[in-house]
């Protein structure tokens, strides 16, 4: 029911150009559709950027690299796209809790920040009955899914023309990646079909095959939309998706800047500062603990070339190096401070208990700078960190960090000139709306703004000109 709905056949046959669409450029939708969704999937799951991350996958991960070896080597003409259906069904299945009963708004997430995002969407709305997707094995069985999983192979025939033309063009994780969002869209159209009492989708992504795919299904079927973001958004970032929600609710004005500068972005928006409680900036008479904090793209040899660099001022400064959480790119660093008992390795910590323990921060291109200085701490931005192009949060650009070129014995003294510049303050509350102000009142004004979305019938009357006055402030 819910395929003849939304027309798979015929939207693919239709928009087959649609769905290659550059969805940076000229052409832009005031609301996400089933095209829109594939669109934004695809520019992010082709760009080169993640073209560099499925390679480190494969390299690290066992299980992909044969996946992907197994797939490369089969016929394109059969077994390749019955990879892809595969894949779509592992997705359908895996999708739950199964049941929606009286919700009001539905929710989707993914990783930890998702859901940590979610959590603060839904404090904001705590008398809103919610529902909370995840895409988790323990769903695997329920009864739901496994009948969308039989829906899903009773229409593989209109979904065949579709996943040829993604065997054609991408190799295996990047279409296997787009075949997900029509997935997703499938059976959150069918949520939105069986459930009538829903009244809005809530989204921790702009750009996740899952979260565009429910965006899509649920303007589709003439529900609100809801997006927060869950990192900063890089302003020099190569690709930057567009925010087509009913209504999103930013860290900061900054953010929306951003969005209206690089994509676009249609939204009411709300601000609701950055996760956690931020602090004055606090300096100390000398520095006990040095944090380096990576990214997924780190290079170890400049690593380890700056901690040795550290040592020779700071013999017994404790360094902690805190990996990226994304075990499927998990590094070796293994060597790293083996003989070094001062030196610490972490993944996975408690993020502000670490930034607690430090007196300065050394990061490469990470959002994490932005959780820092909300904590209270000075960030050192060394580019050479990674591989990511320089400042591609644009830190550097609006002055909300100094970036350095290597570790030298008066860097903190240079941070404590930076950060106390005047001025600074006013360019951090840009990016952490909640940064020296009122969290209550923040969060009341972010509360009446979401509230409008999640509840149109009893919030209508004040939309227009409330729109206007958070549209003015952000």
Same mark, same amino acid.
């Given at each position: 029911?819910?395929?003849?709905?939304?027309?798979?056949?015929?939207?693919?046959?239709?928009?087959?150009?649609?769905?290659?669409?550059?969805?940076?450029?000229?052409?832009?939708?005031?609301?996400?559709?089933?095209?829109?969704?594939?669109?934004?999937?695809?520019?992010?799951?082709?760009?080169?950027?993640?073209?560099?991350?499925?390679?480190?996958?494969?390299?690290?991960?066992?299980?992909?690299?044969?996946?992907?070896?197994?797939?490369?080597?089969?016929?394109?003409?059969?077994?390749?796209?019955?990879?892809?259906?595969?894949?779509?069904?592992?997705?359908?299945?895996?999708?739950?809790?199964?049941?929606?009963?009286?919700?009001?708004?539905?929710?989707?997430?993914?990783?930890?920040?998702?859901?940590?995002?979610?959590?603060?969407?839904?404090?904001?709305?705590?008398?809103?009955?919610?529902?909370?997707?995840?895409?988790?094995?323990?769903?695997?069985?329920?009864?739901?899914?496994?009948?969308?999983?039989?829906?899903?192979?009773?229409?593989?025939? +209109?979904?065949?023309?579709?996943?040829?033309?993604?065997?054609?063009?991408?190799?295996?994780?990047?279409?296997?990646?787009?075949?997900?969002?029509?997935?997703?869209?499938?059976?959150?159209?069918?949520?939105?079909?069986?459930?009538?009492?829903?009244?809005?989708?809530?989204?921790?992504?702009?750009?996740?095959?899952?979260?565009?795919?429910?965006?899509?299904?649920?303007?589709?079927?003439?529900?609100?939309?809801?997006?927060?973001?869950?990192?900063?958004?890089?302003?020099?970032?190569?690709?930057?998706?567009?925010?087509?929600?009913?209504?999103?609710?930013?860290?900061?004005?900054?953010?929306?800047?951003?969005?209206?500068?690089?994509?676009?972005?249609?939204?009411?928006?709300?601000?609701?500062?950055?996760?956690?409680?931020?602090?004055?900036?606090?300096?100390?008479?000398?520095?006990?603990?040095?944090?380096?904090?990576?990214?997924?793209?780190?290079?170890?040899?400049?690593?380890?070339?700056?901690?040795?660099?550290?040592?020779?001022?700071?013999?017994?400064?404790?360094?902690?190096?805190?990996?990226?959480?994304?075990?499927?790119?998990?590094?070796?660093?293994?060597?790293?401070?083996?003989?070094?008992?001062?030196?610490?390795?972490?993944?996975?910590?408690?993020?502000?208990?670490?930034?607690?323990?430090?007196?300065?921060?050394?990061?490469?291109?990470?959002?994490?700078?932005?959780?820092?200085?909300?904590?209270?701490?000075?960030?050192?931005?060394?580019?050479?960190?990674?591989?990511?192009?320089?400042?591609?949060?644009?830190?550097?650009?609006?002055?909300?960090?100094?970036?350095?070129?290597?570790?030298?014995?008066?860097?903190?003294?240079?941070?404590?000139?930076?950060?106390?510049?005047?001025?600074?303050?006013?360019?951090?509350?840009?990016?952490?709306?909640?940064?020296?102000?009122?969290?209550?009142?923040?969060?009341?004004?972010?509360?009446?703004?979401?509230? +409008?979305?999640?509840?149109?019938?009893?919030?209508?009357?004040?939309?227009?000109?409330?729109?206007?006055?958070?549209?003015?402030?952000?």
């Amino acid at each position: 029911m819910a395929l003849r709905a939304v027309k798979v056949g015929e939207a693919i046959a239709d928009t087959a150009e649609e769905i290659t669409v550059e969805v940076a450029g000229e052409k832009r939708r005031e609301r996400y559709d089933l095209a829109t969704a594939i669109g934004v999937v695809r520019e992010m799951e082709t760009s080169i950027g993640r073209a560099n991350v499925f390679e480190e996958i494969k390299k690290k991960n066992a299980l992909y690299r044969l996946v992907d070896t197994i797939y490369t080597k089969s016929g394109a003409h059969f077994f390749q796209p019955l990879f892809l259906l595969i894949y779509m069904i592992k997705c359908v299945v895996s999708l739950g809790p199964s049941k929606v009963g009286d919700a009001e708004a539905l929710a989707i997430s993914n990783f930890d920040n998702e859901h940590k995002t979610i959590d603060r969407v839904a404090a904001l709305a705590p008398d809103v009955r919610l529902v909370r997707l995840t895409v988790a094995r323990s769903h695997v069985f329920s009864l739901a899914g496994l009948k969308s999983a039989l829906r899903m192979i009773g229409s593989a025939g +209109r979904l065949w023309s579709f996943l040829r033309l993604l065997t054609r063009a991408h190799s295996f994780m990047p279409a296997a990646r787009i075949a997900s969002a029509l997935a997703f869209y499938i059976r959150c159209s069918q949520f939105f079909v069986e459930s009538k009492g829903l009244k809005a989708a809530i989204v921790a992504s702009n750009y996740s095959p899952e979260a565009v795919g429910m965006a899509a299904a649920a303007h589709r079927h003439g529900r609100r939309v809801v997006y927060s973001n869950h990192a900063p958004v890089p302003a020099n970032g190569t690709i930057v998706p567009p925010v087509l929600s009913d209504c999103a609710l930013f860290y900061g004005s900054e953010t929306t800047q951003t969005y209206e500068r690089r994509a676009r972005c249609t939204a009411e928006v709300g601000l609701i500062g950055q996760p956690g409680t931020s602090r004055a900036m606090e300096w100390l008479e000398s520095i006990e603990t040095i944090g380096i904090f990576l990214t997924s793209g780190t290079k170890v040899d400049v690593l380890k070339s700056l901690v040795a660099t550290i040592r020779v001022d700071l013999p017994k400064a404790r360094i902690i190096i805190r990996q990226h959480p994304v075990t499927l790119l998990k590094t070796d660093f293994a060597d790293i401070g083996v003989d070094d008992p001062y030196t610490k390795l972490t993944i996975g910590n408690p993020l502000d208990e670490e930034i607690t323990a430090c007196d300065l921060v050394i990061c490469g291109n990470s959002g994490v700078a932005l959780n820092v200085l909300s904590g209270g701490r000075p960030v050192a931005y060394l580019s050479s960190l990674d591989g990511i192009k320089f400042d591609a949060n644009g830190f550097v650009e609006s002055r909300l960090v100094l970036s350095v070129p290597w570790w030298t014995e008066d860097m903190y003294d240079r941070l404590k000139g930076f950060y106390q510049t005047p001025g600074w303050q006013s360019v951090m509350q840009t990016y952490d709306a909640s940064y020296g102000v009122d969290l209550a009142q923040l969060h009341a004004e972010a509360s009446q703004v979401l509230m +409008r979305h999640l509840r149109p019938e009893t919030h209508f009357d004040d939309q227009a000109p409330m729109a206007a006055a958070t549209k003015k402030v952000a």
